[in-house]
């Protein structure tokens, strides 16, 4: 089972972010937790200065931008 986290404050890139993330999850027919952080002193634990970050399995894999449900796949395949 794999855990994703949508790091941020509940902005539109955010939400835009955990819409791609579960598509991505979806279509690879994943098991997965997702979970969204907003508490801005957890999203620092993980080392993010630019939000939304994307995490998998508490690793952090894209911050600062949306990235494409292609490249999300490629990250939740690993």
Same mark, same amino acid.
């Given at each position: $089972? @794999?855990? %994703?986290?949508? &790091?941020?404050?509940?902005? =539109?890139?955010?939400?835009?972010l955990? *819409?791609?993330?579960? @598509?991505a999850?979806?279509?690879?027919? &994943?098991?997965? !937790? #997702? *979970? @969204?952080?907003?508490? %801005?002193?957890?999203? #620092?634990?993980?080392?993010? $200065? $630019?939000? =939304?970050? &994307?995490?998998?399995?508490? !690793?952090?894999?894209?911050?600062?931008k949306? =990235?494409?449900v292609?490249? %999300?796949?490629?990250? &939740?395949?690993?």
């Open positions: $089972m @794999k855990k %994703i986290q949508i &790091l941020g404050t509940g902005c =539109p890139k955010c939400e835009k955990a *819409e791609s993330a579960k @598509k999850a979806d279509d690879l027919r &994943l098991e997965y !937790e #997702m *979970e @969204k952080v907003k508490d %801005i002193t957890e999203i #620092m634990k993980f080392g993010v $200065m $630019m939000t =939304p970050a &994307l995490a998998v399995n508490g !690793e952090v894999k894209f911050s600062g949306v =990235p494409s292609e490249e %999300i796949k490629e990250v &939740l395949n690993d």
